[in-house]
């Protein structure tokens, strides 16, 4: 099964991704994560996207569509994969088809601007993992610390409320074309399109997510 989940920032793809992960056993791939994982080992792509996604800016087509082609290619990924935060452009979503690479989901998850901003407020991740919580929404066992390893929670750089604004900008300027071009696939038996309301609670969106993938 190969999914896209198309959504602003904040809209609960990551969320979602993981219970999608350990339902089906598809792998995620966070794009996001990925940067994230190059910063922390501080490759020179990791640092140069490092100011980047701290100024709220969308990393270089080029470069996420060769960090996308090669994680889909290992042996993980045969059998399907979750994409989460990507394609994002349509110059990415370009890319994916010229690949051949085929998509049976685009899902995408509504949820207005103000909703956005209260929620990346309360984010709380674990890094290593991806797992993603909300101090008030859907918070860990024990404050500040991951379910499953009891490591430390850590706000994410980008979570500040003005970059979180113009993350947003850019979602609408450029990721929100998508909506079209993946509902235009689906007119043409491409893909089979979804849109999920992503303000209802984690455990609503999560089932009706299960129908669909099921
Ligand atoms: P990325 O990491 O992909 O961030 P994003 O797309 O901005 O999305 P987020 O991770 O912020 O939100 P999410 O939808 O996963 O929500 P979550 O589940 O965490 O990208 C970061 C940066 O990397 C970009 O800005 C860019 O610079 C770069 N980048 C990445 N991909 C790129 C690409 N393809 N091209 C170019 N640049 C790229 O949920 C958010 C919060 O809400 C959490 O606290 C969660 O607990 C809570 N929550 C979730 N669901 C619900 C719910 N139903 N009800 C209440 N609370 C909820
Ligand atoms: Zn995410």
């Known amino acids: 099964m190969r999914i896209i989940l198309l959504g602003a920032p904040g809209a609960g793809k990551g969320t979602q991704a993981q219970f999608l992960m350990k339902k089906f056993g598809i792998p995620q791939i966070s794009t996001g ?3 994230r994982a190059a910063i922390k080992a501080g490759t020179e ?3 140069a996207a490092k100011q ?3 100024a709220g800016k969308l990393v270089s087509d080029d470069i996420i569509i060769g960090l996308v082609k090669e994680r889909i290619a290992q042996e993980d990924c045969a059998n399907g994969f979750l994409l989460d935060g990507f394609p994002r452009t349509i110059p990415q979503a370009d890319a994916m088809k010229e690949a051949g690479v085929k998509v ?3 899902i995408e998850f509504d ?3 103000d909703v956005i901003v209260d929620r990346m407020g309360g984010r709380r ?3 290593a993992s991806g797992r ?3 101090v008030v929404y859907n918070p ?3 404050e500040g610390k991951d379910d499953d390893t009891g490591e430390d929670l850590i706000v994410r750089d980008d979570d500040k409320e003005a970059t979180v604004r113009d993350r947003l900008a850019i979602y609408h300027d450029q990721t929100k074309p998508l909506v079209n071009y993946y509902q235009t696939a689906a007119t043409e038996g491409l893909c089979e399109y979804h849109k999920l309301d992503g303000t209802k609670s984690v455990d609503v969106v999560s089932a009706e997510l299960e129908q669909i993938v099921s």
């Open 125 to 127: 991740v674990h890094p």
């Open 104 to 106: 049976d989901h685009c």
């Open 140 to 142: 860990p066992k024990n």
């Open 52 to 54: 980047v996604m701290d």
């Open 111 to 113: 949820v207005p601007d």
């Open 132 to 134: 993603v919580y909300h």
């Open 33 to 35: 994560d990925m940067l």
């Open 45 to 47: 792509m990791g640092l």
